[in-house]
């Protein structure tokens, strides 16, 4: 069936037609979304207070980007992490329970041991700050004062006097006046040593279920059966029915005094 020519041609007239209607209703609408200016008035260039005032707003961003690694080492995280790693280690249950639950747990032990030294941080330096009444400076140094308190209290002296040696940096006349690039690193090596040395009294029970384990399957011939699986349930029913947990969690909190 041939299509006559007439109506080949009114269909491409139809089409033309209707493609320069949509353009000239395009071309009428006006332009509603404009992009927006955006002004940053950092005031005169000769000011001297404006530049201190970006400095300080620099400062400020960048300790405040550097927050959580900051919380983690000067606060009780570390020992409580490292113990429930090497707790999971002990048991062996090949990742139970999972990273986020023990970071989970771990967070929590620590806000509960932390919570009077938070509080007394909020109240010295965040709120003042907040509210205006103190320089952001000024105020993150009065909010780092409760945690430089926290650490003098758990720091090892041989650790302290030890990065004091490294720094050349002869003792402070008083704790208040240490150093924090001495401070926080004698607080971590401390932290690690305490968190490895709970770790051990966790592994040795533990250890002694897997050496009796292997012991009996190899009297009895059975050395092709992995020990680690038969001792497995051993652990699990042994930690469930001293309450291991609230054995940890509890120890944990009272090595910081609490």
């Given at each position: 069936m041939t299509v006559p020519a007439f109506t080949r041609r009114g269909a491409w007239f139809a089409t033309?037609?209707?493609?320069?209607?949509?353009?000239?209703v395009l071309a009428g609408i006006p332009v509603v979304a404009h992009a927006q200016s955006i002004a940053l008035d950092l005031g005169k260039g000769g000011d001297p207070g404006t530049t201190s005032r970006i400095i300080q707003l620099t400062a400020l961003l960048t300790v405040l980007s550097l927050a959580p690694s900051l919380l983690v080492m000067?606060?009780?995280?570390?020992?409580?992490?490292?113990?429930?790693?090497?707790?999971?280690?002990?048991?062996?249950?090949?990742?139970?329970?999972?990273?986020?639950?023990?970071?989970?747990?771990?967070?929590?032990?620590?806000?509960?041991?932390?919570?009077?030294?938070?509080?007394?941080?909020?109240?010295?330096?965040?709120?003042?700050?907040?509210?205006?009444?103190?320089?952001?400076?000024?105020?993150?140094?009065?909010?780092?004062?409760?945690?430089?308190?926290?650490?003098?209290?758990?720091?090892?002296?041989?650790?302290?006097?030890?990065?004091?040696?490294?720094?050349n940096v002869a003792p402070a006349a008083t704790p208040d006046q240490t150093p924090w690039r001495v401070l926080m690193p004698a607080f971590m090596v401390g932290e690690l040593s305490r968190g490895f040395e709970m770790g051990f009294l966790l592994y040795l029970p533990f250890l002694v279920i897997d050496i009796v384990t292997s012991s009996v399957l190899m009297s009895l011939g059975m050395m092709m059966l992995p020990p680690a699986t038969i001792s497995l349930p051993f652990k699990l029913i042994f930690f469930v029915m001293v309450d291991g947990w609230q054995m940890v969690a509890g120890g944990l909190v009272r090595s910081f005094g609490g």
């Open positions: 033309l037609a209707l493609c320069a209607l949509a353009v000239g000067v606060t009780a995280f570390t020992r409580i992490i490292v113990v429930l790693s090497l707790l999971r280690g002990a048991i062996g249950a090949q990742g139970t329970p999972p990273n986020t639950v023990l970071i989970g747990l771990g967070l929590f032990l620590t806000f509960f041991v932390m919570q009077p030294t938070f509080e007394q941080s909020w109240v010295q330096g965040i709120a003042p700050m907040m509210d205006g009444q103190v320089e952001e400076m000024e105020g993150l140094k009065a909010a780092a004062e409760p945690f430089r308190t926290f650490m003098l209290a758990h720091v090892r002296p041989a650790d302290l006097a030890t990065f004091q040696h490294l720094a």
